[in-house]
Structures are given as structure tokens and as C-alpha cells.
């Protein structure tokens, strides 16, 4: 018995660290202050960095013209055709018509035989517009960066393609200057498009999306970086998910191409620490490798081949990324589900009840950590002020997930003990069989989690002594893309991630029967011990601060105005103006209720509306307050146009403070009534003089969480 526990010991032991190498392996390279003059240094391009996120630059503001021309210079100084493409756009966008000007900088590098791809050219894309709440040094000033230092070591040694480098405009207002692209060029000049993303400020560089027939363009990703990080999965869970980046445009149009980002570290996303000093150097570092790399392997390639079907590919130890077609997948999965059966058959193995217990193991455990953590944020209401409730001191409740993860395996283990060791090896493989059938049809995208350890599990099946086999292998491919599961889709969906954990762990149970039977209980303490230190130890800090948000509302034809804030509740600086019990009422144009107080009037510039000449039609012109980032505009019944594009409803959001000029249809004697709300970023002064300085422990809502720090103006035109 004793030999035999330290056999599982050790064997367990041997899993552990392949398991542990993997996430290890998953990290961005180190930044280079300098290279060679045709390779990329990160000590270069944050240069460009240090110029473009200075400031927040939302489109519309003056400081997106600023880094519009940092942009454009830098590109033509490094040898570059640039041009500024400027395009009204108008765009229906959840509930309402958002219009605005994009201006995109194209910078266009001369290859040496364009005629090798028939005039294709290569085209990568990143977006130079920040959101109003922070700098955007990360989002998506590194690939901005990146880009630019891509331009100058392609000047040192060009490629055969044309390689265009798209700066867009408005990606975060709804990826306004993607859509002005597209519409204006079409994707038919591109062979392919590469667009470089970011959501937090740190992280390995990690391709998530693919267009269509996406195998040479996976294979090219595999041998442009000494870190190709990838799976096929993602791009199936993405496809769930309701982001969007500007590679949808062009993938909406039929484009081919990679969508890559870094994604860690997530409470610096869209808000004021989005700056250069928490941007990780090493994600900057492998944006620019991969690109570079990208360019370099694809340059010389002939874009214009057609076809080349997809691929399912994932990533060993984040240094080497296996691919196969996808039409392969059914047939490995069609021979080893074959071969699983008919093992079973000859061996006339009883496995059912064993794969009960693992399918069981696979549900108490998603369960438990859904039950566990819906009572961490029922203990620690605070959680809902941070972004997708996300704690920063979020490793005590993933150690505590984990090991909560093992406590039901060990669980498991027991259960199954006394059947036959073939028995255990067999039951623990029908859940992979059964769901490698169903995702090779399905999802074959997600298919390879299943192929390979049920492919060496068949070893085991005729051999138990090989038990270890299949766990082996699903420790070097789970770890990092459940680590990344949980980072993208944050703590209050770690029951999501904890079951893909479990569909690996389940293969361990038959190694778990020969350790002691009452571990199950000391490891579930275990879990229970790590999830109340990190509730415990959960709180706000200047180093990890709660955000919160006012919003200063003025009606000026009411003369009332109004303290609001989407927070879940008052804190210290909210109360000040809020009061200790204020009432939470519906408030447009916000989109959710938020907590109200009375306000005093301010005296604030407000949007304008007037009737130009017109004998066919009601012409206005709308002009916002010169302090406006956005103006949400209530139209008068009937269709309006807003130069040649017509308008699908009476909702639109104006981006900028240039005036606009829309026509609307209206039947003779209808009252006119427009409605006109100036969206400010950040309080006006008046309205910060009077709430005072933040306290160091708090810190700005960051756009898209809920309403961040504003002033909303309203005025009504009668006519």
C-alpha cells in the first residue's frame, strides 16, 4: 500500500510540474531597449508610446488631431505614403445612430514586387483613439507604437507585398473608422488583415479571433514569433461573447485575417492608470516580434492564393503552436472514439459508473465554485464598484478554486476506489470520448482538448500502468488556456473556468485512488481556508482603489440640476454631494437607474438647434457646447438625413463639437421639438469645486464599466 502511494505521488508530482512548466512558459518575452536596425525594440517604440498616450484621446477631441499627427509624421518620416482619410459615418449603435468624422492615417510601405500577389496587399490595423477615461497606452497605444516601429524596420529590409498600416479612428466609439475603411476600400485589395489589440496592460500577446480559411495564415503565426500563442478555442468562446474589436468589420466584409491582444491585469482597462508607467514592456516587446515577424513571413508570401481551408491549432509550452486541418479533426476524432469503444468491448469493461462519478466530479465542482462565490459577493458587496467584480487580490481565490477543484477529485477517487484499475482508466475516457464526438461536429475548433489525451488514453486503457499518459498531456495544454479563461472572462464566471479545469482533472482520478482516503476533507479545508483569506483580506486601498463616479446634470429649460452616480452605493466622496440616503431613479439619458440628489445650478454652455432656410423641408443645425465630447440629439418625428445617409431612427449621439447640419421630414404645422443633451467628460469646474478632491483610496470609473465622472447638459429647441 505504501508503495503504492508513493508511486501516485510521484507520478502526480511529475503532472504537477508539466503543469506548472506550462504556465510558466506563458508569459511575454523580455523587452529589448535596442536591436538590430531590421528587428524590433520595444526600447524603440515607446518613443512613439511616451508621444501618443499623453492624454486621454477619445475621437473628436483635440488631442486625437495631436496624435493623428504624431502618427502621420512619424509614419512619413520613416518613409512611408501616408495619407489622412477623413469619412462621415453614421452607424446604428445599440439603440441609437452615433455620426461622426473619422479621420484613419494609412501609411502605405512599397514592396519590391507587388506583382508577386497580383497588387494584394498585406494590411495590419490598429486603432490611435483612446476612451475619454484614460490614456490609452495599452488600449491600443502599443500596437500604435508597435506599428510604427513595424514601418521602420520594414524600411530597412522591405518585402515583396505592399504592406499598409491602418491607424483607425473612433474603434471605441464602435468601430467607427473600421466601418469609414471598409465601406470607402472594400477588403478586396487585401490578402490579408491583421488587427492588434489590447484589454488590460499586461500579459503574453495571444491570437483570439480568425477569419475564414484561416490554416496558411495559422501556419505563417506559428513561424513569425519564438512565442506563438494561440488556440483554436478561443475563437469559438470569442464568437460568444459580445466584444467587438475592428477586426469585426473586416471580418463582417470577408476578410481573412488574425485578431491578436494582451489581456492582463484588467483593472488598469480604460481608465486613468492606462499610462506608460503600468504598461508591461514585454507585452509591447511581443506585439512588435509577432508583428515584425508576421510581416516578414507573410511579405513574401502571394496573397491572392484563395482557399487553404481552416485550422485547429493550440499552443505546447507557449513556444511551439501545433495545427492541423480542420476536416482531420473528424476523422482522429471518428478513430479514436472508434478505438475507445471497441477497447471497451473486447475488454468487456464496465465504465459507467465511473463515468457517472467523473461527469458528477465535473458538476459538483462548477457548482461549488458558483455557490462559493455568489457568497464572497454577498459577504463583500464592494466587489460590484470594480470592473467584472473582479478583485485585485485575485490569486487567493484562484488558489482557493483550484484547490477546491482537487478536493472533488480526490472526492471522486474515492468513490471508484476497490473497481478495476482498467475499469478506472476506461470510465475517467468516456467523458472526453462523448464530448470529442460532439465538438469534432459541432466545435471542431475545440476539439483538440479532447483528441489528444483520449488518443494516449487508449495506451492507458490497454495498459493502467500508463494511467498517467492522458493527464500528462492535458497538463501541458489546460493550465495557461484555463488561467486565460479566467482572466477573460473574470472571477464571477470562474465556475466557467473551473469546469474546463475539472474536464482535464477527472483524468487524474485513476493516479488519486492510491493516496490517502481522508484527503478529499483536508484539501476541501484547504480551499475553504484560501477563499475566506481572500474575503477577508478584500478592501480599498491607494494601491488598489474602489472606483466611483458623479455625474453633474443641468437642465437648462427646467433650471434644475441633479448629482447622479451609477454606483452600486454612496462611499466618502459620493456622500459628500449624494447625501447618506439618496433615492435611485431612472435618469436619461443614462442607461441604467442611477442614485440621485439635488444639485445647484450652474451656469454651464449648452448645445444649440436652429432652423436653416429651406422651403422642402425642416433643416437644422445642430451645434454643441464647446466643452462637448458627445451629444445625444431627440429628433421630431418622420425620416432625417444627415447629409447621404439616412437615418434609421430619432436617437443620435453627435461625436465632437463641430456643428452638423440634418433634414428631417415633417408634416406642415407639426410642432418641432429637438432635444439636446452635451455629454462633458469630467466635472466641470464648478461642480468639482463643490464634492472636493478624491480620496487616495478611490479612483475614476473607467468607460464601459458604468457612467464614469461627466457633466450632461440638456436644452430643448422649440420651433
Not at 470607402?184 to 487585401?190: E, F
Not at 478536493?407 to 462523448?434: D, H, K, Q, T
Not at 475614476?700 to 464614469?708: C, D, F, H, L
Amino acid at each position: 500500500m505504501l508503495q503504492r502511494t508513493w508511486s501516485a505521488a510521484v507520478l502526480l508530482v511529475v503532472v504537477a510540474a508539466v503543469g506548472a512548466l506550462a504556465v510558466l512558459a506563458f508569459r511575454p518575452p523580455s523587452p529589448r531597449a535596442d536591436a538590430p536596425p531590421a528587428e524590433f525594440a520595444a526600447g524603440r517604440a515607446e518613443e512613439h508610446l511616451r508621444a501618443v498616450a499623453q492624454r486621454p484621446h477619445p475621437i473628436g477631441s483635440a488631442d486625437n488631431a495631436r496624435v493623428r499627427e504624431y502618427v502621420a509624421g512619424a509614419a512619413r518620416g520613416f518613409g512611408a505614403e501616408v495619407s489622412v482619410e477623413s469619412d462621415d459615418v453614421v452607424r446604428a449603435w445599440r439603440g441609437v445612430e452615433r455620426v461622426a468624422t473619422t479621420h484613419n492615417v494609412v501609411a502605405r510601405v512599397r514592396g519590391t514586387d507587388p506583382s508577386a500577389s497580383g497588387g494584394k496587399a498585406l494590411l495590419l490595423v490598429s486603432h490611435y483613439d483612446s476612451v475619454p477615461t484614460g490614456p490609452g497606452a495599452a488600449d491600443d497605444g502599443a500596437a500604435v507604437a508597435a506599428m510604427l516601429e513595424t514601418v521602420r524596420a520594414l524600411g530597412q529590409r522591405p518585402v515583396r507585398n505592399d504592406v499598409v498600416f491602418l491607424f483607425t479612428d473612433g474603434e471605441e466609439a464602435g468601430t467607427l473608422g473600421a466601418e469609414a475603411f471598409v465601406r470607402r476600400h472594400g477588403v478586396g485589395d487585401y490578402g490579408a488583415v491583421l488587427n492588434w489589440e489590447a484589454r488590460g496592460s499586461g500579459g503574453p500577446v495571444w491570437m483570439f479571433e480568425t477569419g475564414p480559411d484561416n490554416g496558411p495564415l495559422v501556419s505563417a503565426f506559428a513561424a513569425a514569433s519564438g512565442r506563438p500563442i494561440a488556440n483554436s478555442l478561443a475563437a469559438e468562446v470569442y464568437r460568444l461573447m459580445p466584444n467587438y474589436s475592428d477586426f469585426s468589420a473586416f471580418l463582417a466584409a470577408g476578410a481573412r485575417g488574425l485578431n491578436s491582444a494582451f489581456i492582463e491585469h484588467v483593472h488598469d482597462y480604460h481608465s486613468p492608470y492606462d499610462d506608460v508607467s503600468r504598461l508591461d514592456r514585454g507585452s509591447l516587446q511581443h506585439h512588435g516580434d509577432t508583428m515584425v515577424g508576421l510581416v516578414r513571413e507573410l511579405g513574401d508570401r502571394d496573397l491572392s492564393a484563395a482557399g487553404g481551408g481552416s485550422a485547429v491549432y493550440f499552443d505546447l509550452f507557449s513556444r511551439v503552436l501545433v495545427r492541423y486541418p480542420v476536416w482531420s479533426a473528424a476523422l482522429l476524432a471518428a478513430v479514436t472514439v472508434g478505438a475507445f469503444l471497441a477497447l471497451v468491448v473486447v475488454r468487456r469493461l464496465r465504465v459507467l459508473f465511473v463515468a457517472g462519478v467523473a461527469a458528477g466530479a465535473v458538476v459538483v465542482a462548477g457548482a461549488l465554485t458558483f455557490a462559493l462565490w455568489a457568497a464572497v459577493a454577498a459577504l463583500r458587496p464592494g466587489l460590484a464598484f470594480l470592473a467584472l467584480s473582479e478583485p485585485h487580490e485575485r490569486g487567493w481565490f484562484v488558489a482557493g478554486f483550484a484547490v477546491l477543484g482537487l478536493a472533488v477529485l480526490l472526492g471522486a477517487a474515492r468513490l471508484v476506489r476497490g473497481r478495476a484499475p482498467e475499469e478506472v482508466v476506461g470510465g475517467v475516457l468516456v467523458l472526453p470520448a462523448v464530448l470529442l464526438a460532439v465538438t469534432a461536429v459541432l466545435v471542431p475548433g475545440a476539439s483538440f482538448l479532447f483528441q489528444w489525451p483520449l488518443a494516449v488514453g487508449l495506451l492507458a486503457l490497454w495498459r493502467p500502468r500508463l494511467a498517467f499518459l492522458p493527464p500528462l498531456v492535458a497538463a501541458a495544454v489546460y493550465p495557461p488556456l484555463v488561467g486565460t479563461l479566467l482572466v477573460a472572462l473574470g472571477m464571477p464566471m470562474a465556475a466557467v473556468g473551473v469546469v474546463f479545469a475539472l474536464l482535464a482533472g477527472v483524468l487524474l482520478v485513476p493516479l488519486l485512488g492510491g493516496l490517502p482516503r481522508h484527503g478529499a476533507l483536508v484539501v476541501g479545508a484547504v480551499a475553504v481556508a484560501l477563499l475566506a483569506a481572500g474575503t477577508l483580506r478584500f478592501g480599498f486601498s491607494p494601491a488598489e482603489p474602489r472606483p466611483n463616479a458623479l455625474v453633474y446634470r443641468l437642465d437648462t429649460e427646467a433650471g434644475r440640476a441633479d448629482w447622479l452616480s451609477g454606483d452600486p452605493e454612496t462611499d466618502e466622496w459620493t456622500r459628500r454631494v449624494l447625501g447618506e440616503h439618496p433615492e435611485r431613479v431612472a435618469a436619461p439619458p443614462l442607461p441604467e437607474p442611477a442614485l440621485r440628489a439635488d444639485a445647484p445650478v450652474l451656469d454651464l454652455p449648452a448645445p444649440t438647434a436652429e432652423v436653416l432656410p429651406d422651403p422642402g423641408a425642416l433643416r437644422l443645425r445642430i451645434t454643441p457646447g464647446e466643452r462637448a465630447w458627445r451629444t445625444h440629439v431627440t429628433l421630431p418625428g418622420g425620416s432625417c438625413r444627415f447629409g447621404g445617409h439616412r437615418l434609421g431612427g430619432r436617437q443620435l449621439e453627435l461625436y465632437g463639437t463641430a456643428p452638423r447640419e440634418i433634414t428631417c421630414e415633417v408634416a406642415p404645422g407639426e410642432p418641432v421639438v429637438v432635444e439636446l443633451v452635451d455629454h462633458w467628460v469630467g466635472l466641470p469646474p464648478g461642480a468639482a469645486d463643490l464634492v472636493g478632491a478624491r480620496p487616495p483610496d478611490t479612483m475614476p470609473v473607467q468607460s464601459g464599466n458604468r457612467p464614469y465622472d461627466a457633466a450632461l447638459v440638456r436644452a430643448v429647441f422649440r420651433g
